[in-house]
């Protein structure tokens, strides 16, 4: 999807030269046909000579107004990639009505159908690049808007409507249709947009947040997955608790979604308030599911609802900054399942997907940095190095810090870029100023592909007792850069040592008196 013929740089970057402050959009909802009406409040921010460009691929442009005028003809260009529009003011409302067809959507990116025509439902995947199927917009993290959605649906066949926010009111839009309306108040980036129609059945939950806060947990699914869903209610309910708990994050608004579905690229998507998941990590049925099938649905659970920090309320300035909340998250869930399940086993799960995935995909031809220079088609990037690597990166920095170190690091970080699209120095800016540290030499551990080995070399000389660790780090041949810095715990037992000389001295004691 979105493959460019010519890879983007991370030294590239630029700001964007407009920001979009609030989004209304109205969806007409059809799996043959559906209409979207978007109305974008722009804002110039940059070169006053730079036109506006929104992105949109397979979008039918039904109608196009600036400031609620139609526009000539040459004062806007339309092609596969998108919308460019010339000569605005430095803030204009660009409302566009666009025909999209979910049920031909078989790239799973954007809106489509899950399921057949006539029992199926319709929902979104945005992340990284799939909200430019929905409509025209500038489709990169660091363009954060307030969204408020409309959704029109058959009432029969969609009785239930969601997306992102808060539900602010529903009515009836005749001809058998029905209305419903929602309004996030917090800015996101378009990859966190999603609606769910159809018809799904429900199980939820209330939920006083720390801050006082009431909640209502909701699980979706089709009818015959929703018996399935228990565990995931419960476990959504702990990793709340959990965050505020152990990081002092409570959620933030007044109903969180959890949808299951069978059609999915991913593992599961964390779209503000409404999370959508592969029924693989949502469903466990008691009469079958091993320990190991609950673990894995606690886990991902937490995953997907640690993201509304680490992700949504402080996102990716772009997307070669992905680990900033992927590997972040995946140490967040690590840390989760250790407290409230088992530290070893995860642990050992932890370091056998090192071993079998990431250090072999280090090794080879995808062998990429953390966080890549560039890269063709950000879909590729979903790695284990991004994940896994980076969440043994934050886990690095958490011993280097300590528990309340990294607390306090973590804390500075969300308050300091709460609502904005950040980049992994901010990270390490933010952990190291709440310690009094320099943690720049941490950024070669992202930059830097390939595995590194330590070797360790101990010598103890009883004459003047004195232990000597020599330890020598080595960066793979394909790979050299700088050394990175790595945390070592080290203990002398020399008790042990005692004990063990006193254990072998009565042995061969016991052994000539037999
Ligand atoms: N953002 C998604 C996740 O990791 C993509 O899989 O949770
Ligand atoms: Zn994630």
């Not at 011993?399 to 980049?423: I, S």
């Amino acid at each position: 999807m979105s493959a460019t013929a010519t890879p983007v740089r991370l030294g590239d970057y630029r700001p964007p030269d407009w920001r979009v402050t609030d989004v209304e959009l109205i969806f007409d909802l059809d799996p043959a046909e559906t209409i979207v009406e978007a109305c974008l409040r722009v804002v110039r921010d940059g070169d006053a000579s730079a036109p506006l460009q929104l992105d949109g691929e397979q979008l039918e442009l039904l109608s196009l107004q600036v400031d609620d005028r139609p526009l000539e003809a040459d004062a806007y260009r339309l092609d596969a990639r998108g919308l460019t529009v010339f000569d605005l003011p430095p803030a204009a409302s660009i409302r566009t009505r666009a025909r999209i067809r979910p049920a031909a959507n078989t790239a799973l990116q954007g809106l489509y159908l899950s399921g057949g025509a006539a029992d199926g439902f319709l929902l979104t995947q945005c992340e990284a690049e799939g909200f430019r199927r929905i409509t025209w917009f500038p489709d990169r993290p660091d363009v954060l808007a307030r969204y408020t959605v409309t959704l029109r649906a058959d009432r029969e066949r969609y009785p239930v409507l969601l997306a992102n926010g808060n539900a602010v009111a529903a009515g009836d839009a005749g001809a058998g249709r029905h209305w419903a309306r929602f309004v996030d108040p917090h800015p996101k980036p378009c990859y966190l947009f999603a609606l769910v129609a159809g018809r799904l059945e429900r199980i939820e939950k209330p939920f006083v947040t720390a801050e006082g806060r009431a909640v209502t947990i909701v699980v979706h699914a089709q009818a015959d997955a929703i018996a399935q869903c228990r565990w995931a209610l419960e476990c959504i309910q702990t990793a709340m608790r959990w965050d505020e708990q152990r990081f002092g994050r409570c959620y933030d608004l007044d109903v969180f979604h959890v949808v299951a579905t069978h059609d999915f690229t991913m593992g599961a998507m964390e779209n503000k308030g409404l999370n959508i998941f592969n029924s693989k990590y949502l469903l466990a049925d008691v009469d079958e599911a091993t320990d190991e099938d609950f673990r894995h649905v606690l886990a991902v659970v937490g995953h997907e609802y640690f993201h509304n920090w680490s992700g949504n309320r402080v996102t990716c300035r772009d997307w070669f900054q992905l680990s900033l909340k992927e590997g972040l998250t995946v140490y967040r869930e690590q840390e989760f399942e250790s407290d409230v399940a088992s530290r070893t086993l995860r642990r050992i799960e932890d370091v056998r997907t090192l071993w079998r995935a990431q250090f072999p995909e280090d090794a080879g031809p995808l062998s990429h940095p953390v966080r890549p220079a560039q890269y063709s088609a950000i879909d590729n990037f979903y790695t284990a190095t991004v994940y896994e690597k980076g969440a043994e990166i934050v886990r690095m920095l958490a011993t280097v810090l300590g528990r309340d170190g990294f607390r306090r690091g973590l804390d500075r970080y969300f308050e300091r870029h709460d609502g904005q699209a950040a980049t992994i120095e901010d990270f390490l800016a933010a952990l190291g100023e709440a310690n009094g540290r320099d943690l720049s030499p941490w950024l070669a551990w992202y930059e830097q592909a390939g595995t590194p080995e330590l070797s360790a070399e101990g010598r103890y000389d009883a004459a003047s007792g004195r232990y000597a660790l020599t330890l020598r780090q080595r960066l793979p041949q394909a790979a050299p850069g700088r050394p990175l810095p790595i945390p070592v715990a080290l203990a002398l037992f020399d008790a042990v040592a005692a004990v063990w000389r006193r254990e072998r001295k009565a042995l061969r004691r016991s052994r000539t008196t037999v």
